[in-house]
């Protein structure tokens, strides 16, 4: 089964918008984790919310989180033409220890027009 | 600041030749795992690393995978006799110890591995 699916698959907007990328997983999970890639370079840590968490702040990132519906949300206020990425989900599992790997979405591809 | 970083950034190789990847994680990170990237697809967990060993692994990661940390600063990624499909995107990653739980990843910016 998929864990970590994000959607819509793409969004573009205008400069100044602000964009909202939805992840859904199946798992129980200890937390999870928001990721930047820009196109061909490496991923970059965005955000992380434990599972006893339902939101978080962080510069123009906010999270949330409802496990009862297997759901996160990432919205990116504000937004600027360098935000122009993929983002991806990312979950750690409940069960697990720190060297459990993560699961990644599809990631959701943000373009912002200038 | 510290960063994770892979050598090579690119390799081309034919279709049964053997490629080591190469990563050298942040150095007072204790977890260290690889995971792939096919173009235009989803971030793929392979492996976990931990205290000299293997800690988990995805089917994906099979007998023609394996890891090393050789040096005690290196971590190194093995594919014998690579396939067309092996053709991807390999990132590195590492990880402080910050509880029972998976926590934040470093990457490096990838080793692009192209099999002819």
């Known amino acids: 089964s998929q864990q970590g699916e994000e959607d819509p698959q793409a969004l573009s907007i205008q400069e100044g918008e602000n964009a909202t990328m939805n992840c859904s997983y199946k798992?129980?999970?200890?937390?999870l984790q928001w990721y930047r890639q820009n196109s061909g370079r490496g991923l970059v840590h965005l955000i992380l919310?434990?599972?006893?968490?339902r939101e978080k702040h962080s510069g123009r990132l906010r999270v949330t989180l409802d496990t009862s519906k297997k759901s996160s949300s990432l919205l990116i206020t504000a937004s600027r033409a360098a935000d122009t990425a993929s983002y991806f989900c990312?979950?750690?599992?409940?069960?697990?220890?720190?060297?459990?790997?993560?699961?990644f979405g599809k990631g959701t591809h943000l373009i912002i027009q200038p | 600041e510290p960063e994770v970083t892979q050598t090579p950034s690119h390799q081309v190789t034919q279709m049964g030749q053997e490629v080591i990847l190469r990563c050298v994680p942040i150095?007072?990170?204790?977890?260290f795992y690889w995971y792939r990237q096919i173009l235009g697809q989803k971030v793929e967990f392979l492996v976990s690393?931990?205290?000299?060993?293997?800690?988990?692994k995805s089917e994906i990661f099979d007998d023609q995978f394996s890891v090393e940390r050789p040096d005690g600063s290196n971590f190194t990624l093995k594919i014998r006799s690579t396939k067309l499909e092996d053709s991807a995107m390999y990132f590195c990653?590492?990880?402080?110890?910050?509880?029972?739980?998976?926590?934040?990843?470093?990457f490096g910016e990838g080793s692009r591995l192209t099999v002819l």
């Open positions: 919310i434990r599972s006893n968490e």
């Open positions: 990312a979950t750690a599992p409940k069960s697990g220890g720190g060297a459990d790997g993560l699961t």
């Open positions: 150095s007072n990170h204790l977890y």
């Open positions: 990653a590492s990880s402080a110890r910050t509880g029972l739980n998976t926590g934040e990843l470093f």
């Open positions: 690393f931990y205290n000299n060993e293997i800690s988990e």
């Open positions: 798992t129980s999970i200890n937390n």
